[in-house]
């Protein structure tokens, strides 16, 4: 209910109930396979899916607007996460009616290599870093950048939904504790500066504001119809790199590859993954081998896989999500060597643009990494923030001095390609 100021307070901790199949408190209706109700107050609760398989029909009402909440997705996240990644579900509800929607992610850092370039010898921070820091429950998804964390309707206010998201982390921490696995952080990822307000009326006091590498995003202008009008729109300098790059990757093919071209390749596919993956200088996983052929048969049209060929030989793939007028570049790989001579990770970046542009979306939502290339192409920094608490009070009264001596620093500068 409202309190004077207008914010929303919720009467916690009034029941607590498992349910199965067919059977729950009374007032709530079942959504199939096992959930965990938490009710918060006589209009407000959550529940707890332990699979993707048992989520509601109306998830999906409320899941319209981001591919990366539909049931559909979270199915094939589940099935081809990460080894060291673990999925939840949570619904929020008023009145026993689901009225919002989340993912959480218990990540565990300790089964990766995190800091791949201090690795080399016995590194310090790792080693402080696994035993301290090791085990992060999420709201959130630790595999793409952006808010596809939570989704609401307008039957729950901001603040309160956040409050409900918040108790529903850590009831999770909780059952964790319960098979002895104990959580050091709690976190929640990827919002924007507006809804920093909500967050401190929700009460999420002791958590340690923070705002790492940016999203970057290209815009797509609405008198562009094909390639030409976006380079048309380009300064001489950077039509020039787009030529150069063009010329550079003369001999590779580009190939659309379909199901059974994804499971014929895989190793090479995989092992051109962890070429990229073991050039970044933080990682929280890796994705399994028989990820982006999972993808391809859940999502289908939806899901892309772009292969570039040399010789006949794969030397790198990009992969891309449509997610209604955007476009959402996934993972990629390629053969550095050939990456570097044909300038293959530019070359993959406009052949990004020339299809969005040709497809007519919106915008591509580039992601994090390689925020200067991705500049020189067009893309604009967006930056996102995220809310993390250790906890353990006295290392958390130091997050302020630990977070910036774990994260790492990249340095770069912003381009204008444009005239």
Known sequence: MPDNNGRHTLRMGINISLCKSNTAPRGFSIFGGFCETTILDQNFSFTIFSTAAALPATWDTIAEENAFLKRNYLCVLEKSA?????????????????????????INLSRVNTFVEEKKSFCLKDYIFRQFSSHILVIGNNTLTGQNAYLLTDAIPETAALS????????????????CVYMHVLAIKDFNREELPDFKAAGFKGYYQFCTQP?????????????????????????????RARKKAE???????TLENIREQQDRIHELYLTVAGN??????????????????????????????????LVGFNTLIK??????????????????????????????????????????????????????????????????????????AFMSKLFPYFDPKVEW???????
């Open 82 to 106: 990460p080894e060291n990644m673990e999925c939840h579900f949570v619904g929020l509800l008023k009145d026993g009616k689901l009225c919002g929607i989340a993912l959480v992610q218990y």
């Open 164 to 179: 409900l998201l918040q108790r529903s982390l850590q009831h999770i921490a909780r059952d964790y504790r319960k098979k």
């Open 215 to 243: 999203n970057m995003i290209f815009s797509i202008k609405e008198n562009w119809g094909s390639i030409e009008d976006y380079l048309a729109d380009l300064n001489t300098k950077y039509r020039t790199q787009y030529n």
């Open 251 to 257: 001999g590779i093919e580009k190939r659309k590859l």
């Open 280 to 313: 970044a200088s933080f990682n929280t996983f890796h994705l399994p081998k028989d990820h982006f052929e999972a993808f391809k048969e859940h999502l289908k049209d939806d899901f892309l896989f772009y292969g570039y060929f040399l010789d006949g030989k």
């Open 323 to 396: 997610n209604g007028p955007d476009m959402d570049t996934y993972f990629l790989g390629y053969d550095d060597a050939i990456q570097k001579e044909k300038m293959l990770y530019l070359n993959m970046l406009y052949d990004m643009v020339s299809y969005a542009i040709k497809k007519g979306f919106k915008q591509v939502v580039f992601a994090r990494s390689a925020m200067e290339i991705k500049s020189s192409v067009g893309a604009k920094a967006e930056e996102v923030y995220g809310m993390i608490k250790h906890t353990n009070p006295l290392l958390n």
């Open 413 to 419: 500068k912003e381009r204008s390609p444009f005239k």
